[in-house]
Every structure is written in C-alpha cells, then in structure tokens.
C-alpha cells in the first residue's frame, strides 16, 4: 500500500492531515520496511518526556464495549471507570476521539485513562472506518458519520447507569478535534468541549498549512480524486493518500519525521491502522467546514490546547478566535504537534483535569 513518488512537497504538506506527511518526494531508506509486520526495527523512537502512549493504570478498570451509531453502524471502544466509583452515584463522563486515521489505543486511551483517575468515566472510541470499528470501504473519510460518532458516543454513555447524562463532555485530539466541534454545534448534549493539536481537516485539505496550497493544486487533486473513481468503480486497486510516510531519511520534512517517530516506532504503533485513507474519500475533507457557526456552541465552555511549536498551531488559534465565550486557548511550552499524544511530561492533564471539573460540575 505505498503512495506514488515525485509529487510536490506543497501537495504532500496539505494533505498531511492529522497524522503525517506522505511519503510523497521522500527517498526509501535502504533497508526494506513492511508496516504490516509491526513497527520499524531500524528506527530508535524518541521516548523522551515521559512519552508512553501505552500507559497503564491500577486506579481504573479497562472494558472494551461496543454500541451503534445512528446508522446502525457498530462502534468499539474502551469505557474507561474509576475503580473506587460508588453505586448509588452517577460521575461526568468524557468522550475522547483519536487522531484522524488513529485508533482508540493510540493517544485516545491514554487520555480517557488519565481522566479517569480524576474520576471522570470516559469514553475512547474507534472512528467508523477505522480499526474495530465498521465502515466499508475500510479507511473511508465521511464527515458526517465522523461527527455522529462523538454523538454516539453521548447516547451510550448518557444510557449508563453509572453517568449522570447531564454532564458529558468532549475531547478530541488532533483532526478529532474538529470533528467534536462540528458534533457540539448540533448537539447540545455535549456540555463542553477541549481539543488538544487540533487540524481542522476541512483547511487542511482545501489550502494545506499555513495555506500552502494553491487552488490549481487543489483542483488537481479533485481531478485525481475523481479519476480514480471510475478505476475503483470497474474494479481496479484502491488508491491510498497521506497519513503517515513508510520510510524517512535525513531529507524528509520535519513534519514527516515528527509523525514517523510516533506512528511508525514501538512509541505508538498500532496493527490495526495504517493511517492512510483512501484518495477518493478523501476529497470529502475540501468541503468540510467545522468552523462555521462555532460560535453558537456558547455558552458552552470550550478549551483549545497547543504546542507553542506544533505545525498545527494555527488551526487552535483560529477556532480560538471565531469562538465566542467562555473560551480560553491555552499554549504548552516547548512541545509540538505529536508532544501532545504520549508524552506525560508535557500534556497539560491538570488544566485538562480542571476544564472538566469546572464545566462539567453539578
């Protein structure tokens, strides 16, 4: 499943999405890498800063659960509880969406496990498409169906004994982030929302970052995108885009390298993605605006959290200004884009913690 080479690095940056660059105009290493078989075994991962994406905890108790969506599509995830919960009380509850392409063990999980040693019951989900959850054609982007997943999420918690359906909030990391925005703006259930590296996938796709991307290459793409459907249609291979490249050297862009650590390395890898969805689908992003009307999310407290240093920075920055209040955008020293998904160290839990206590108190 390896992407074709030679394109331009202005097409590869706007479609890095959430997850990394393709390995578009990027020369393989010598060595032969199959990301089938498990992570990289040339490549020394940088687990500096308390990064542990696996973390495990003895405070909670872990149950993988499943439930449908609005369209009867099934999704899996880990419900995630306090183990000193009491019976005959109901606790908030958090739902936590992973970054676009990712699964609910990468980044998802540790954050739900963190919360819910603050005592909130959360919520780590697979998105539809991906991982164990359904969705054919596997690796599909669909807006809408991402979006209903952080509302099905609500109807399973909100259904729960143990949740006081009152108080659930959102939590999405990376392009998560602007899917849990676009969920809240209908969904007046979701009582506050934080995102942490947020994309917002629409921009990303239309002008790429910091508008890198012209509109002669964006309608290129369209055109590839659109090409490739009839090849799909009469029965052809399927072709893949973005996400994360296979291979890196030391010319590869600091984005590229940034997102291989993480996804291609023992420090987060995970079997059950590839991160790459498919080029036809993909397109479905350039008309995805989950921006608009962000405002009317108020009086719904929302926090967005950034690396001072992270690529995607900007697309906090402008969800922070089109907000109305209360809203506060709170930027981590000395941390990038990927900091934000494992490393211990540097992710704000306490003023994540905070957030929630306040917003979702009785």
């Excluded at 199959?34 to 405070?59: C, E, H, I, L, V």
Aim: with cysteine; hydrophobic share 35%.
């Amino acid at each position: 499943m390896k992407l074709k080479k030679g394109k331009n690095l202005a097409r590869a940056l706007a479609l890095c999405l959430a997850l990394g660059v393709a390995g578009m105009g990027t020369t393989a290493m010598a060595a032969t890498y199959d990301a089938t078989n498990g992570p990289d075994p040339t490549y020394q991962a940088d687990m500096s800063r308390g990064a542990d994406n696996f973390y495990k905890s003895d405070k909670v108790n872990v149950q993988k659960v499943s439930y449908n969506n609005q369209y009867g599509m099934k999704i899996v995830a880990n419900l995630i509880t306090p183990k000193d919960m009491k019976a005959d009380e109901k606790y908030p509850a958090i739902v936590v969406g992973a970054p676009m392409g990712a699964v609910k063990e990468q980044s998802a999980t540790l954050y739900a496990t963190k919360l819910a040693e603050d005592g909130f019951v959360t919520l780590a989900f697979d998105q539809s498409f991906w991982g164990e959850s359904d969705g054919t054609p596997r690796q599909s982007v669909d807006t809408n169906v991402y979006d209903e997943a952080f509302s099905a999420a609500v109807d399973y918690l909100g259904t729960r004994s143990f949740v006081d359906r009152e108080r659930i909030g959102a939590l999405g990391i990376c392009g998560s982030g602007s899917f849990s925005i676009s969920a809240a703006k209908i969904d007046p259930r979701i009582k506050a929302i934080a995102t942490v590296s947020m994309y917002d996938m629409g921009t990303a796709n239309r002008w790429g970052l910091k508008h890198s991307q012209t509109l002669e290459q964006r309608k290129a793409i369209l055109e590839q995108a659109a090409q490739q459907r009839y090849v799909e249609f009469e029965g052809g291979k399927t072709e893949y885009t973005s996400g994360t490249a296979y291979v890196i050297d030391e010319n590869s862009p600091a984005v590229a390298k940034e997102f291989f650590d993480y996804y291609r390395t023992p420090r987060g890898y995970s079997a059950n993605t590839t991160t790459q969805p498919t080029l036809t689908s993909n397109v479905k992003f350039m008309n995805y605006y989950p921006f608009n009307d962000i405002e009317t999310i108020s009086p719904r407290p929302m926090l967005f959290i950034a690396g001072d240093q992270a690529h995607s920075r900007e697309f906090s920055e402008e969800a922070y200004k089109l907000a109305a209040e209360p809203k506060e955008l709170y930027i981590v020293p000395n941390a990038g884009h990927v900091d934000l998904y494992d490393r211990t160290d540097v992710i704000p839990f306490d003023k994540l913690d905070a957030f929630f206590e306040k917003s979702l108190s009785k």
